[in-house]
């Protein structure tokens, strides 16, 4: 079964930085792209970053060059690192990867970003 687990989130001050993981099991990890998603307190689920089984990333607006996603295929991990952080970074951020037509998240870990 496909396991998902997020890790790193804390209290951080505005600028300041973070680096999220998630550790994966249960699929030929190296096969698959991954994604980061993110929900603050009051708003809908929305995406952040992907990195595809090759190593192409993609962000969302509000986080392209402050963010970057990485990946480990040999420890079975995908990376956010996340500099110049904002109070509107603020929120639980997910890994999330599709597998055999379904989609499996993480538990979530959370961000917060404050004075």
């Known amino acids: 079964q496909v396991h998902l687990v997020e890790s790193g989130g804390d209290l951080v001050q505005p600028g300041g930085s973070l680096r999220l993981a998630c550790v994966a099991s249960?699929?030929?990890?190296?096969?698959?792209?991954l994604s980061w998603y993110r929900q603050a307190p009051e708003k809908e689920r929305e995406y952040v970053a992907s990195?595809?089984?090759?190593?192409?990333?993609n962000y969302t607006d509000s986080v392209r060059g402050r963010f970057t996603i990485s990946r480990d295929n040999i420890r079975n991990r995908v990376y956010l690192q996340m500099d110049n952080l904002k109070p509107e970074d603020t929120a639980t951020y997910y890994c999330?990867?599709?597998?055999?037509?379904?989609?499996?998240w993480g538990r979530g870990t959370q961000v917060i970003v404050s004075s």
């Open positions: 999330t990867v599709s597998y055999r037509t379904r989609n499996y």
């Open positions: 990195i595809t089984a090759s190593g192409t990333t």
């Open positions: 249960g699929l030929n990890f190296k096969l698959f792209a």
